[in-house]
């Protein structure tokens, strides 16, 4: 399954962008897809993830209540809604995909196998 990440772009701080994830086939009740990003000169990070089957949702803590994820399950979609950008939202989001993970290892990025290309997102002051 191919993976591609959109919707990236300029924002002001405290505006919104909304990035997108498709997969070119279809995501099983298994999966779990997650959006991580990297800013330069750091390791990439979880943001958040969402499980396929049941809709349940995870953040960091930087996010919550800020960023929303979800999935459109017909079309194969996540999606994930940025609202109240920082500064340091400023860098490459990725959206990926897990087998199986289990909940303690859902903000692992070793647990995701599959990765789409990535959208940049950079937030000015």
């Known amino acids: 399954v191919q993976l591609q990440a959109f919707g990236g772009g300029l924002a002001q701080a405290g505006g919104s962008l909304r990035l997108s994830c498709a997969a070119s086939?279809?995501?099983?009740?298994?999966?779990?897809m997650g959006w991580f990003r990297q800013s330069p000169g750091k390791e990439r990070e979880f943001v958040a993830a969402?499980?396929?089957?049941?809709?349940?949702?995870y953040y960091a803590d930087s996010v919550k209540g800020r960023f929303t994820i979800s999935r459109d399950n017909a079309k194969n979609t996540m999606y994930l809604q940025m609202n109240s950008l920082k500064p340091e939202d400023t860098a490459v989001y990725y959206c990926a995909t897990a087998y199986g993970v289990i909940l303690s290892q859902i903000r692992i990025l070793q647990e995701y196998e599959n990765w789409g290309q990535g959208t940049q997102v950079t937030v000015s002051s």
């Open positions: 969402i499980r396929w089957n049941s809709g349940h949702t």
């Open positions: 086939a279809r995501i099983f009740s298994s999966f779990t």
